[in-house]
């Protein structure tokens, strides 16, 4: 079994810029810059042979660059159960669109569809039963968050693995745009 998902890697020098955001949340566990992505389709854990069509369908998507922004945060849960903290995407009929495609790959792979609101987002921390006040007040501090404009040229195959220190990524496929 290989735990997979299809993501936007975020450039070294906009994940710089995101990573000074990084404090101020007591119990946040925060993301490497390293682990910085926009999730196109989580596909979860699947055997290899699953896995090996899922990629193989992620490598005929086709589609041209696009230009990204990151603008604002928010949090993912209420209350207690708020379980992270993330930057957001700005509106973006490219990102969609890929997102869709990646969705439909997934389904053609043998997936079952995924029936959540698509939310592209990049996550910052992952927080444990926080103080919602905290929260709210960290977003109310930072919901200024902008980055420059970046271009996105492709996008990856990604699993992910479970350590001590949290999930780590490994880039298994690369797929370029245009």
């Not at 993501?7 to 810029?17: D, K, N, S, T, Y």
């Not at 919901?143 to 350590?163: A, C, D, E, I």
Request: net charge negative.
């Amino acid at each position: 079994m290989i735990r997979l998902f299809a993501a936007v890697a975020v450039p070294e020098h906009i994940g710089e810029g995101l990573v000074r955001h990084q404090t101020g949340l007591d119990g946040a566990r925060w993301r490497p810059i390293e682990a910085f992505h926009i999730t196109l389709r989580f596909a979860g854990d699947m055997p290899e042979n699953r896995a090996d069509d899922f990629e193989a369908e992620l490598s005929v998507i086709g589609g041209r660059p696009f230009d990204l922004t990151l603008s604002g945060v928010g949090a993912f849960g209420e209350g207690q159960d708020i379980h992270a903290v993330w930057a957001g995407v700005e509106d973006s009929d490219d990102l969609r669109h890929l997102a869709k495609a990646c969705e439909t790959a997934a389904r053609r792979a043998g997936l079952d569809a995924d029936t959540r609101a698509y939310k592209p987002h990049v996550t910052l921390a992952y927080l444990r039963r926080p103080d919602p006040g905290k929260v709210a007040a960290w977003i109310q501090s930072h919901n200024l968050l902008k980055s420059p404009s970046f271009r996105v040229m492709g996008f990856g195959l990604y699993s992910s693995w479970q350590t001590s220190e949290g999930s780590t990524y490994r880039e298994e496929a690369v797929y370029p745009l245009g």
